[in-house]
Structure formats: C-alpha cells, structure tokens
C-alpha cells in the first residue's frame, strides 16, 4: 500500500512538473517545419515527415503560413491541462513570447490570448501594456474592460522588457505574409477582414487577402479601398 501510494505521488508530481513546463517555458516541442496541410478558423494542420501536427494559432499567425502544400515553419508551445494536452503556433517568435506572459495573467486563458494577438501586433501590445492603454486590449474578442485593465496593469513593468516587432520575421516562405498580417490591428484593416468574412470568406483567407492590400496600398489606405483590392486578392 505504502509502495503503491509512493508511486502514485511520483506520477502525480511528474504530470505537474510537465504541466509547470508546458506553462513555463520548457516546452517538449519548440518549433515545427513541415507542409502547411490544413487550415480553418483558429488552427493549422502542419504535415512534418507525414505526421500531421494541428496547432492552435491567431489569426495574424494563420494569415502569415502561406498557400496550403507550401513549406512552412511554426514556433510551438505545450499547453498541458488536467483533461486536455494543445499545441499553440507561432509566425514569430516574439508571439510566443507575448503569448505566454499573457497566459499567466488571471483570466486569460489560450484562446483569450490568441484572440489578442489576433487583434494587435506584437509591437502595439507592448505600447499599449506599457502606457496602460486598455482600450486597445479591449479590441479582442472575448476580451471586456475588466480584464483589459487587468491586462495592462499586470503587464505594465514587464512589457518594456519584452520584444515587441510590429513586422518582419515569417513563417517558412511567407515572410512577406507575416509582415503584412502583422499590421491588421484595429482601424481599416480590422473592418476590411470583418467585411470579407461576413461576405463569407473564412477568417484565414479574409486576413490573409487584407495584408496583401495593405502591402500594395499601403497603411492610409481607407477601408473601402481595403475591401475592393482584398476581394479581388481573396477571389483569386
């Protein structure tokens, strides 16, 4: 009996510590490079050596991945729960960085998170931490004035300290992707996508057909400039 409980505290212990490392930052997969397989509104399916890895990720990173059948590189974390065990990708890596800081505020949980990073660029997360701009943390889905002001206070003395790169870095062949993505954050840009995937386009396609229109329009483009050029993008 006493064996028996012995071996039940070392199991408890080694699900905690891999939990603990899942969260903290030791994580058993870091990065994948595969083929970019699959794709829907919140996850990729990544076909490395002909093991198809789905991975969680925002929709700035989906935007980022590129064609489906094109190689492509993700930066991964572990999340490891009770009842559940998710991979999270990452275009860049300072994402994953931002990810994981934002997941040990109270109430803010994975999905909570990627819809964040889905809202703002890495860059625009650290300015608005750092001036207690909850307002723009607020953008998010899923994300109310509460918890944004948690948000912001909890990070504030941290996000200087953080990277914070509002572009560049890609993932696998769609740098340029990555770039584009990473200035959908509020204003026109955040309507455009709206505005294509309430004509129907899936949130990949729609983000992913507005960072080529605001590559080729530039950031003063206005929003119906945005959806005309997108539409065309997206439909091609």
Known sequence: MAASLGQDNRIAR???AQSRGARGRKTMIAKLTGRLDETGED???VDVGGVGYLVHCSARTLAALGEIGEPCTVHTDLQVSENDMRLLGFAQGEERDWFRLLTGVQGVGSKVALAILSALATGELREACASGDAASVARANGVGPKLAGRIVNELKDKAG???GAGSGGGAGSAGAGAAGAARIAGGAGTDAVSALENLGFRPVIAAGAVARALEELGEGA??????RVALKKAAG
């Open 161 to 163: 300290s953080m990277p």
């Open 222 to 227: 206005s929003e119906a400039e945005l959806i």
């Open 43 to 45: 996850y990729a399916i």
């Open 14 to 16: 080694g699900a905690d």
